[in-house]
């Protein structure tokens, strides 16, 4: 009596069927052909921001200029790590240049709004891996550039959840997730 028999996705097997699991037989009634187990449904896939960095094969070899921020440049930033005095950001793009290097940059918590300075609260404005809309405000020392997101136009332009979910804006100081519904805060740049 042979026992070994090769059952695919869709075929009857016969219905007692016994298979070897280890030291023992073991029988399985399957009235039914085996069919693939069906997979959950899958959310589709939000835009993402992609900004290519310059490689030294498309720019010309002999100009190794990188684009520098300078007073009033509008810079596309990310942000790295929030504290309760300011949030420190890696910029990435400076007046619709893409930098081939990353530029450290410093918001203050007296330049994130133009009124009620003083009751702004960073860890409600930005979050870690927020793409930040900003204006240079100074060159700053010698390790960071000082930047203010104050004007309506200027603030966070994208943010991830918590759950990981690409977010959209609801209103001046709120993002919502498409997903689960949720509102968090941040200062939110008007869009154009």
């Known amino acids: 009596m042979n026992h070994e028999q090769l059952v695919t996705s869709g075929s009857l097997p016969s219905c007692w069927f016994p298979f070897l699991c280890g030291s023992c037989w073991h029988a399985l009634s399957c009235p039914d052909p085996v069919r693939p187990k069906p997979h959950p449904p899958t959310t589709p896939l939000l835009p993402t921001l992609l900004i290519p960095r310059p490689t030294s094969a498309l720019t010309n070899s002999n100009s190794k200029t990188n684009v520098l921020p300078k007073v009033d440049s509008t810079v596309l930033c990310r942000v790295t790590r929030t504290q309760t005095r300011q949030a420190t950001v890696a910029i990435l793009v400076v007046d ?16 994130v709004r133009a009124t009620e300075k003083d009751r702004v609260v960073l860890g409600a404005s930005f979050v870690p891996g927020d793409v930040v809309r ?38 001046w100081k709120e993002f919502r997730d498409p997903v689960t519904g949720e509102m968090e805060a941040r200062k939110v740049a008007k869009p154009f």
């Open 134 to 171: 900003a204006v240079v405000i100074s060159l700053g020392d010698q390790s960071n550039y000082y930047l203010s997101t104050a004007r309506n136009e200027l603030g966070v332009v994208m943010a991830a959840s918590e759950a990981g979910n690409a977010m959209y804006p609801v209103s």
């Open 96 to 111: 619709d240049a893409v930098c081939a290097d990353e530029f450290q940059g410093v918001i203050r918590r007296e330049d």
